[in-house]
Nanobody
């Protein structure tokens, strides 16, 4: 089971760090993706980190502002979000792909955490 946490209300320009923790299985070696879905919008991919952590992909909309990392010892993946904008407002989800490399399909999805960027 995956669980995303760390969402909340933040002002534009602020920062949040999301966590994706697993229970019942290890994330080590699995690619982990972050996705978001804004109200009335389709879900979009935000970032993916490979099982080794050496390959990280970002959507153009978050490049230079978001940072994806993993701590296998804690069985947790993090999404550091800086310089947040109102258009980053969405429910954020993490998902595990039971392969080492990032791709288009994911096997395990967690419940989302709401991020609201507003003054």
């Amino acid at each position: 089971q995956l669980q995303a946490s760390g969402g909340g209300l933040v002002q534009p320009g602020g920062s949040l760090r999301l966590s994706c923790a697993a229970s019942g299985f290890t994330l080590s070696g699995y690619a982990i993706g972050w996705f978001r879905q804004a109200p009335g919008m389709e879900r979009e991919g935000v970032s993916c980190i490979s099982g080794s952590g050496f390959s990280i992909i970002y959507a153009d909309s978050v490049k230079g502002r978001f940072s994806n990392s993993r701590d296998n010892a804690k069985n947790t993946v993090y999404l550091q979000m800086n310089s947040l904008k109102p258009e980053d407002t969405a429910v954020y989800y993490c998902a595990a792909r039971r392969r080492s490399l990032c791709g288009s399909s994911y096997d395990d999805w967690g419940q989302g955490t709401l991020v609201t960027v507003s003054s």
